[in-house]
């Protein structure tokens, strides 16, 4: 019986954990700019295969630092005979991100930028 206790209010916790909503930041001001950026470093076997852009969001930390990146889309055009879709640039892509650095605020952020990468 205690065992059947335990675990019915095991899982009325874990229920209510469930319910309970994760408040998000503040949307960032649209003129917020990194003060150090990184730009995306591509494998070299991955160069020149695509060209396009990423949105990226992310929040940005009373601190500056850019927690939780991750591509909401992205438009890939292929460069010569590549075709498919890109492997390895989304990677690149926020791990260069997660590298760049805000001004400190007074609160946290959530903000969106597009990621470009381009050849000539």
Same mark, same amino acid.
């Given at each position: ?19 309970? @909503?994760?408040?998000?930041? !503040? $949307? ?5 700019? #990194? ?6 470093? *591509?494998? &070299? ?27 909401? @889309?992205?438009?890939?055009? !292929? $460069? ?5 879709? #890109? ?6 892509? *926020?791990? &260069? ?24």
């Amino acid at each position: 019986m205690k065992l059947a206790v335990f675990f019915l209010a095991l899982s009325l916790g874990i229920a209510m954990c469930a319910c309970t @909503s994760v408040e998000q930041p !503040p $949307i960032c001001p649209t003129d917020l700019a #990194p003060t150090v950026s990184v730009p995306p470093k *591509l494998p &070299a076997r991955l160069h020149n295969e695509f060209s396009g852009t990423a949105k990226v969001a992310f929040v940005v930390s009373a601190e500056g630092k850019v927690q939780s990146p991750e591509v909401v @889309s992205a438009q890939w055009d !292929p $460069i010569g005979n590549s075709s498919g879709q #890109p492997l390895g640039y989304h990677e690149a892509i *926020l791990s &260069a991100v997660a590298k760049w650095r805000y001004p400190p605020r007074r609160e946290a952020c959530r903000h969106e930028v597009p990621v470009a990468i381009r050849f000539n």
